[in-house]
């Protein structure tokens, strides 16, 4: 790590602490040339494998944008938004994985998103799980009205 003041390219690490509930790490360094101390922040960053074999890093707002377009004209504000993104990233990076495969992460948001929204839900299931006849929503409809007020939906 350079120092950001005089550029010296070795400095030393004074303290080190978990940031952002462990997804990241504070580092209080001392650069020995000129003395002056500075700290970093040190994210993991976590990668999702698309399938055509690309990988990316994870967007937050990915996710979101993905999920404001399910909730276009439904009672859904930023900040529920907000939240589901939140929830959706901690639950793909309690995993511990380094590389999400993209289908994981549609499942991940499956589950946050049923409790927020059913409507929102169904139109995201109909793209994610590529609905193709009527059949197919009234499946998803008759699994909506049969589980309990906070369970997730099955993986398909």
């Not at 890093?57 to 399910?70: D, H, L, W, Y």
């Not at 590529?130 to 499946?139: G, K, M, P, Q, T």
């Amino acid at each position: 790590m350079h120092c950001p003041f005089c550029r010296n390219p070795d400095t030393k690490v004074i303290d080190s602490r978990s940031a952002d509930d462990g997804a990241a790490i504070r580092r209080r360094r001392s650069c020995p040339e000129c003395g002056k101390r500075f700290t970093t922040q040190e994210n993991v960053l976590l990668m999702v494998a698309k399938r055509s074999g690309v990988t990316e890093p994870f967007s937050r707002e990915k996710i979101i944008a993905g999920v404001r377009r399910a909730c276009q004209g439904r009672p859904v504000g930023e900040d529920a938004l907000a939240q589901l993104g939140q929830r959706v990233e901690e639950a793909l990076r309690a995993t511990g994985a380094a590389e999400i495969p993209s289908h994981q992460v549609g499942l991940a948001i499956l589950g946050p998103l049923g409790e927020l929204d059913e409507v929102a839900y169904l139109r995201f299931a109909s793209v994610y799980r590529s609905f193709e006849s009527l059949d197919d929503f009234a499946r998803e409809i008759e699994d909506l009205r049969r589980r309990t007020p906070g369970e997730h939906a099955p993986p398909r």
